[in-house]
């Protein structure tokens, strides 16, 4: 534990729940690492005094916040400032202080690219499917068009749903996960965005049928929990390349870390927090 003293910063997370969340353990081993005197906090807030919370931030000189579930898009009415991705995203993660207020930006966009880009995925004019429309998808489409996917499939268990997020969106088919045979044949680079098969649900995988894998010739699981999910071994078993989403919950922290305390973190510090994180 570092010492805090009268020139300690602060900053957290809020959300609802927050007990099980790890970035308060990734950001305080990042200052730790770099030598800032801040110290990263969980608070648990609940939906009805988020704004409060806010502005409470601001008035207690907190330096930055990460957002979670379920403030990631109310929270966009109470910022002083919105950074466009955010905006287009339609979600912020991560509050930092500015004059009046807090800008609010959305780093998980960010550190899915960061994660792509690291393992050498490049998304530059193939077809990617997507599995799952939920808030993590917005994020992972939106890195998908900046870095120049020419079609996407986005398959989800509620069509409707993934038609509200993703209609509109050029380019972008929409489907359910059964119908995942209208996908033309060829080589895809596929993004698991769904909740399905994480720890303690490790066996479990949002399609089961092999024959889908066949399509896969590399993909990300944003699931870090178990460290090898159901989906990354069935993709591996039929001769993909498989990551998990560990990458990006680092790269997501690390952005948000630069954004909070101004400052830039060297790529080795990234690398090595992320070496200790999945050993
Ligand atoms: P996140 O912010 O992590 O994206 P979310 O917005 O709750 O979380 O989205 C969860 C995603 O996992 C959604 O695509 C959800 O499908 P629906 O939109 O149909 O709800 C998907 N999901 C969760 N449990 C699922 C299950 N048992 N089978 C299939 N999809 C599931």
């Given at each position: 534990?570092?010492?805090?003293?009268?020139?300690?910063?602060?900053?957290?997370?809020?959300?609802?729940p927050v007990e099980h969340t790890g970035s308060p353990a990734i950001h305080n081993r990042l200052a730790e690492k770099l030598g800032d005197n801040v110290v990263y906090m969980p608070?648990?807030?609940?939906?009805?005094?988020?704004?409060?919370a806010v502005d409470g931030a601001y008035a207690l000189g907190i330096e930055g916040l990460n957002v979670t579930v379920p403030h990631k898009v109310e929270v966009m009415q109470y910022v002083r400032?919105?950074?466009d991705a955010a905006l287009e995203i339609g979600a912020v993660n991560t509050l930092s202080r500015i004059r009046g207020g807090f800008r609010g930006y959305n780093?998980?966009?960010?550190?899915?690219?960061r994660e792509l880009d690291?393992?050498?995925?490049?998304?530059?004019?193939?077809?990617?499917?997507?599995?799952?429309?939920?808030?993590?998808?917005?994020a992972v489409m939106y890195a998908l068009k900046k870095l120049g996917a020419r079609q996407t499939f986005v398959l989800n268990r509620s069509i409707q749903k993934a038609e509200s997020f993703f209609g509109g969106v050029k380019d972008t088919t929409i489907l359910g996960f059964e119908d995942w045979r209208r996908i033309p044949e060829g080589k895809y680079i596929c993004i698991q965005c769904t909740s399905v098969g994480l720890s303690p649900d490790d066996n479990a995988c949002v399609i089961e049928d092999e024959g889908f894998y066949d399509l896969v010739e590399s993909a990300v699981d944003l699931i870090y929990k178990p460290k090898e999910t159901a989906f990354m071994k069935k993709v591996a078993s039929h001769g993909g390349k498989a990551y998990n989403g560990l990458r990006m919950l680092v790269y997501q922290a690390v952005t948000s870390y630069e954004f909070f305390m101004k400052r830039e973190v060297p790529e080795e510090i990234a690398e090595?927090?992320?070496?200790?994180?999945?050993?």
């Open positions: 534990m570092r010492d805090i003293d009268g020139h300690t910063r602060v900053l957290g997370l809020i959300g609802d608070f648990r807030v609940g939906a009805k005094r988020l704004e409060e400032e919105l950074d780093t998980d966009f960010s550190g899915f690219m690291s393992v050498d995925i490049q998304v530059n004019g193939r077809d990617v499917i997507v599995l799952g429309a939920g808030g993590a998808s917005k090595e927090l992320y070496n200790e994180l999945d050993s």
